[in-house]
């Protein structure tokens, strides 16, 4: 009888030990559920550029300088866009700066989206530039729509210094030469 009071009593201790241990494994599986959840909150809430970053609306003017994209350009690349732009539209053509200045965060979640996209860094680096290495990012290069419009700055860009400098991008420009003179030859990021 004292032989079985011991044995329900040590199964009872083993029970009640195994519970204590399952409680304090079930809360520290809650509590790092919650700090990874409140770190991805953080994270992705504060993570998705906006108008502050350089994102721009459709249909954005070399003109609408109140956006920060157009705004943080470089005042003689804005000038010349603004220029260009006011000479298609007397030759019936609209268009529009689909992206200028990027803050360093939405450069990188650009690049993030390509290496994602391509499945290495180094393959997206042929489509997105490094943050500290982006003409965006300096404030030096605009991203220019609809095709029409980047044909027609192709043709006649350098009349006011701007030059398509990149051989797989038709639509991003920069003020690489003086106005009249020649553009230089365009890089390819893709044999790099």
Same mark, same amino acid.
């Given at each position: /009888?004292? $032989?079985?009071?011991?044995?329900?009593?040590? &199964?009872?201790?083993?029970?009640?030990?195994?519970?204590?241990?399952?409680?304090?494994?079930?809360?520290?599986? $809650? #509590?790092?559920?919650?700090?990874?959840?409140?770190?991805?909150?953080? $994270?992705?809430?504060?993570?998705?550029?906006?108008?502050? *970053?350089?994102?721009?609306?459709?249909?954005?003017?070399?003109? *609408?300088?109140?956006?920060?994209?157009?705004?943080?350009? *470089?005042?003689?690349?804005?000038?010349?866009?603004?220029?260009?732009?006011?000479? /298609?539209? *007397?030759?019936?053509?609209?268009?529009?700066?689909?992206?200028?200045?990027?803050?360093?965060?939405?450069? &990188?979640?650009?690049?993030?989206?390509?290496?994602?996209?391509?499945? #290495?860094?180094?393959?997206?680096?042929?489509?997105?530039?490094?943050?500290?290495? #982006?003409?965006?990012? $300096?404030?030096?290069?605009?991203?220019?729509?609809?095709?029409?419009?980047?044909?027609?700055? #192709?043709?006649?860009?350098?009349?006011?210094?701007?030059?398509?400098?990149?051989?797989?991008?038709?639509?991003?420009?920069?003020?690489?030469?003086?106005?009249?003179?020649?553009?230089?030859?365009?890089?390819?990021?893709?044999?790099?």
């Amino acid at each position: /009888m004292l $032989t079985d009071q011991l044995t329900r009593s040590g &199964e009872r201790r083993n029970r009640v030990g195994l519970a204590i241990v399952a409680a304090v494994i079930s809360l520290a599986l $809650t #509590s790092c559920t919650a700090v990874s959840a409140n770190q991805s909150a953080s $994270t992705s809430g504060n993570s998705k550029p906006d108008t502050a *970053d350089g994102v721009m609306p459709d249909h954005t003017s070399a003109y *609408d300088t109140s956006y920060p994209g157009i705004a943080k350009l *470089d005042p003689d690349l804005r000038k010349a866009v603004q220029r260009a732009e006011s000479a /298609m539209k *007397d030759d019936g053509i609209k268009m529009q700066v689909t992206t200028g200045w990027r803050s360093k965060k939405y450069q &990188e979640e650009l690049l993030t989206k390509a290496i994602r996209q391509y499945g #290495s860094r180094k393959k997206a680096l042929e489509y997105v530039a490094d943050p500290n290495e #982006s003409h965006h990012v $300096t404030g030096n290069a605009v991203d220019l729509g609809p095709r029409d419009a980047d044909d027609w700055l #192709s043709r006649h860009g350098n009349r006011y210094g701007l030059c398509q400098t990149l051989s797989n991008e038709a639509w991003h420009f920069e003020l690489v030469t003086k106005p009249g003179d020649d553009c230089p030859p365009m890089t390819d990021p893709t044999k790099g």
